[in-house]
T-cell receptor, first 113, second 117 residues
Framework: GESVGLHLPTLSVQEGDNSIINCAYS??????FIWYKQESGKGPQFIID?????DKRQGQRVTVLLNKTVKHLSLQIAATQPGDSAVYFC????????????FGPGTSLSVIP | GAVVSQHPSRVICKSGTSVKIECRSL??????MFWYRQFPKQSLMLMAT?????????EQGVEKDKFLINHASLTLSTLTVTSAHPEDSSFYIC?????????????FGSGTQLSVL
C-alpha cells in the first residue's frame, strides 16, 4: 500500500505486480514533464518524459500518463522487479520559467521479492 | 547518451573551509547548468541556474556569497561552498542541458556528498 512518511511517501509492491506512482504538479504553465529514478547516493536517472500536448507515452515497461485538467502525472511500471526499488521523482518545466526543472516530493518504491 | 561528470563524489571538511565541486559535460556543450541540493529523504531543491559566460541566477533563499557559481566554459561549471558549516552538509547535484539538442532533456551528475565537521 501507499503511505506518507515523515518526508517521503512510500509504496510497497510485490515483485511482478504493476506499480503506479502518482504526482501532482502546481504550475499550470508547465509544458514538459519528466520522471526520474534515484538510487541511494546517486544522481537522478531519466526514465521517461512527456510534453503537454500528449496525455500518454510508453517506454520499455513504463508508461506516463498526464492529466492537465487536474494537474496530475502518473508513472506506471509493469512487472515490477527488485531492481526498480528506488525513489521516483516527477519533475516539471515551463518555458516561461527559464527552462528550470523543478522536482516534486518523490515516492520511495520498495519491491518485495 | 550524454554524460555529466561531477567531482568529487564525497568530501569531508572542517567547519570554516571552502569546498569546490566541479561539473563537466563530457561529450556535449552545456550552455546552461543547474545546481541542486538534496537533504536525506527529501527532494532535489534547485539552488541556481548557471549560464556560460554570465552570472548565475539564484533561487530565492539561496545565498549568492555562500554558494559561488562559475561557468567559465561550455563544458565546466563549478560550485564553491564558502566557509562551510555543518548545516551546509548535504548532497549536491549538478545537471546540464545539451545546447545543441532539440529537446529539453537534462543530464545529471552523480552527486557530491558534502560533510562538514
Amino acid at each position: 500500500g501507499e503511505s506518507v512518511g515523515l518526508h517521503l511517501p512510500t509504496l510497497s509492491v510485490q515483485e511482478g505486480d504493476n506499480s503506479i506512482i502518482n504526482c501532482a504538479y502546481s504550475n499550470s504553465a508547465s509544458d514538459y514533464f519528466i520522471w526520474y529514478k534515484q538510487e541511494s547516493g546517486k544522481g537522478p536517472q531519466f526514465i521517461i518524459d512527456i510534453r503537454s500536448n500528449m496525455d500518454k507515452r510508453q517506454g520499455q515497461r513504463v508508461t506516463v500518463l498526464l492529466n492537465k485538467t487536474v494537474k496530475h502525472l502518473s508513472l506506471q511500471i509493469a512487472a515490477t522487479q527488485p531492481g526498480d526499488s528506488a525513489v521516483y521523482f516527477c519533475a516539471e518545466m515551463a518555458k516561461t520559467s527559464y527552462d528550470k526543472v523543478i522536482f516534486g516530493p518523490g515516492t520511495s518504491l520498495s519491491v518485495i521479492p | 547518451g550524454a554524460v555529466v561528470s561531477q567531482h568529487p563524489s564525497r568530501v569531508i571538511c572542517k567547519s570554516g573551509t571552502s569546498v569546490k565541486i566541479e561539473c563537466r559535460s563530457l561529450d556535449f556543450q552545456a550552455t546552461t547548468m543547474f545546481w541542486y541540493r538534496q537533504f536525506p529523504k527529501q527532494s532535489l531543491m534547485l539552488m541556481a541556474t548557471s549560464n556560460e559566460g554570465s552570472k548565475a541566477t539564484y533561487e530565492q533563499g539561496v545565498e549568492k556569497d555562500k554558494f559561488l557559481i562559475n561557468h567559465a566554459s561550455l563544458t565546466l561549471s563549478t560550485l564553491t561552498v564558502t566557509s562551510a558549516h555543518p548545516e551546509d552538509s548535504s548532497f549536491y547535484i549538478c545537471s546540464a542541458r545539451d545546447g545543441g539538442a532539440t529537446n529539453e532533456k537534462l543530464f545529471f551528475g552523480s552527486g557530491t556528498q558534502l560533510s562538514v565537521l
